[in-house]
Every structure is written in C-alpha cells, then in structure tokens.
C-alpha cells in the first residue's frame, strides 16, 4: 500500500470520533398497589414525562407499598392513610419513626361497597349475624374496614371468609356461597358487580347510623362517604357508606424538583383520570396538601406556589 494511502486511512482512523453512549432515563419505580387506578396514574405520568423511564413494582395491598419504600425498592405508591401514618410515626405515642416515607398528595376516601344475595335476607348491617360475609384478602383495605365495620356494628356470629380476588367474592355471592360480599369501591361501573345487580337481584346495602360515628371516633381516617344514584342498574338512591383516605408517597430522598413535577402532573391529569376513574371526581384540590404525615419538600414547594397563583 503507498505510504500517503497508509498515513490517510491511520488519520481517519485517528481522527474518527466515538459517538458517545445514549444518556440512560432516570428510573421512577411505581408501585401496582390499588390497581387499576395505579395503572392508570402511571399511564399518564409516563405520557406526562417521557423523559423518565418508569417501572412498575408489583404490591398488592398498601402495606407492601410502604415496605419497598422503606427499603428503597420503590419510589411512589398509592397507600391507606392510616397505614401510612403508622409507617411514619410508629405503633406508639413516642417520637416519630424514622421513616423513609413521605407525602406527595392526599387523595380521595377509598369506599367499601356491601352487598347482600338476593333472597338472603339482609337489610341492613346487622342483619348479618349468622350470615357468611366474604372481605377480601386479608391485610387489602376492604378486609381492614370490613373487619372494623362488623366489629362497630356488633356482628359476632357473622362467618367472615378472606377471598382472594373480586371475581371469587361475586361468584360466591352468585352460586349462594356468600350471603354478602365486601368490595373496594374504586372502580365503578364494573362488569361483575354490575352483573350481580342487574342480573342476579343483587343489591347495595347502606352502612350507617351510630355504630359508623362510634368507629370514626376510635379510627379517625375512616370517613362516611357517598355511592351517587345510577352508578348500578336499578341504583336511584344514594347510598351512605364508609371508606379510607388514600394519600400517594413516596421516598424521603427523591429528588426534590422530580417531587415537584410529580405533584404537579397530578393535578393536569386530574382531569383525565376524573374521566375514567369515577371516584377521582371526589378529589378534593384544596384538601390536597392536608396529609396525616409531612409532605416532600418538592410537594410541598408546588402547593406553596400553587396557593400563590391563585
């Protein structure tokens, strides 16, 4: 090869340069937890924030949640507010815990629906007594105020069954297994429980009167909430009944500027996540920030500014 062919491909290889490796995408690890509500905030962060590449972290109840966040497994999740106020300040009356888990933004109660087989002769909470109710799985949030339900209302000899998924609770309730089942109301209208009602005579039961004011004073995150009229078939009453405050945490050490567009993109999706999670139309925006433990610093910087906008 001629010495200028050699010295011009050695200086193009010299001067050649590497093209530098794609920038990896901060992770944001979102935990399943109250699916499919979950799954539909994660949805429209990832559609919000193309710049993050976000997972999501299996954890079925609210506890398991708190958990990964404490072990720094996860960075965001949908828990129970009293589940997150234990994870905070501990089971005692001492100082605070020190806990991994802080506050993006408060949400709405979580519900829980009761409803009785048709031809079960159930009209009322407590005619439960000898009856058998299915909850739930044990530890979920239906099994947690369902228990405390039965318990306020005195409900002894009731037969309580943890169940591990909707669809057994609504085929026990079909087949005469169940005489009542407990649902978490998040989700509505929903095929199953629709199909009780309209097909199968099922029916919404209230839960109501002193024994929920007798609750709510010994578990003030209970709150008495309302199933509007005509979310089933032939539902033209509302219908009082009991649920949970839900919040969104997530770790002490995230990133504060990414806490802040987390709160942030909450609130401009709202009203998409109004649209097809009935529920979220009960979001209160102004009650937002009042969560049973501190908020991040980057939450809290948002509804600070938010406050002064207005």
């Given at each position: 090869m001629p010495l200028l062919l050699v010295w011009l491909v050695a200086c193009s290889a010299g001067c050649r340069r590497e093209t530098p490796p794609a920038a990896e995408k901060p992770v944001l690890r979102i935990s399943t937890a109250f699916a499919p509500f979950s799954t539909r905030l994660t949805e429209e962060y990832r559609r919000a924030m193309p710049d993050?590449?976000?997972?999501?972290v299996r954890a079925a109840f609210s506890s398991q949640g708190l958990a990964q966040i404490e072990a720094g497994t996860l960075d965001l999740s949908?828990?129970?507010?009293?589940?997150?106020?234990?994870?905070?300040?501990?089971?005692g009356s001492g100082p605070p815990a020190n806990s991994s888990v802080r506050a993006i933004s408060l949400l709405q109660p979580l519900p829980t629906y009761l409803l009785a087989r048709a031809g079960s002769g159930v009209h009322s909470v407590s005619d439960l007594k000898g009856k058998t109710?299915?909850?739930?799985?044990?530890?979920?949030s239906v099994w947690k105020?369902?228990?405390?339900?039965?318990k306020a209302f005195d409900v002894e000899e009731v037969d309580i069954k943890a169940i591990g998924s909707r669809e057994v609770a609504v085929r026990g309730l079909q087949d005469g297994t169940f005489d009542a089942i407990?649902?978490?109301?998040?989700?509505?209208p929903e095929a199953f429980t629709e199909a009780l009602l309209r097909e199968r005579g099922a029916y919404l039961l209230p839960i109501e009167g002193p024994p929920v004011e007798r609750l709510r004073r010994e578990s003030p995150f209970v709150r008495v909430v309302m199933i509007p009229r005509d979310i089933y078939p032939g539902q033209d009453k509302i219908v009082p009944t009991v649920g949970i405050d839900m919040l969104i945490v997530c770790r002490r050490d995230l990133d504060e500027p990414l806490a802040y567009r987390l709160a942030?993109?909450?609130?401009?999706?709202?009203?998409?996540?109004?649209?097809?999670?009935?529920?979220?139309r009960f979001l209160n925006l102004e009650e937002a920030p009042a969560t049973p433990i501190p908020l991040h610093p980057g939450a809290a910087r948002y509804f600070r500014e938010r406050e002064l906008s207005r």
């Open positions: 993050l590449a976000i997972e999501e949908v828990v129970l507010a009293d589940d997150a106020y234990r994870a905070y300040f501990g089971e109710v299915a909850v739930g799985p044990q530890g979920s105020l369902g228990t405390l339900v039965l407990m649902l978490p109301g998040y989700v509505y942030e993109q909450l609130f401009n999706v709202f009203p998409r996540l109004a649209r097809v999670e009935a529920t979220m």
